[in-house]
């Protein structure tokens, strides 16, 4: 079992930033991705951002340029660097572990889910 615990959410206003922090715990494996997906309330849980075990990174669309994924393998932690935020990016976002070599693209692939935590943009 992995335990996935999010930290960093909040109301801001539109155009400010936030920084999401998940910290991992329990039988993390040394190849894994993590990423982070999130939920608007009446819409489907969809993927934000993901980063593999090497490194690499994919993005929705619809944060290119504004959001920046990290990971600190030696911490067992993984960061969404979020600016630029706009109302629509308002949802309750979820820290995701997949065990292996691949990467997360849908909620299908994920082993693991973080409680959540809440952003909130205003505009």
């Known amino acids: 079992q992995v335990q996935l615990v999010e930290s960093g959410g909040g109301l801001v206003q539109a155009g400010g930033s936030l920084r999401l922090s998940c910290a991992a715990t329990?039988?993390?494996?040394?190849?894994?991705?993590m990423g982070w997906l999130r939920q608007a309330p009446g819409k489907q849980r969809e993927l934000v951002a993901a980063i593999n075990y090497e490194g690499s990174t994919n993005y929705a669309d619809s944060v290119k340029g504004r959001f920046a994924i990290s990971r600190d393998n030696a911490k067992n932690a993984v960061y969404l660097q979020m600016n630029s935020l706009e109302p629509e990016d308002t949802a309750v976002y979820y820290c995701a572990e997949r065990q292996g070599f691949g990467s997360i693209a849908s909620p299908t692939q994920v082993d693991y889910w973080g409680q959540g935590t809440q952003v909130t943009v205003s505009s």
């Open positions: 329990g039988n993390i494996r040394r190849f894994n991705a």
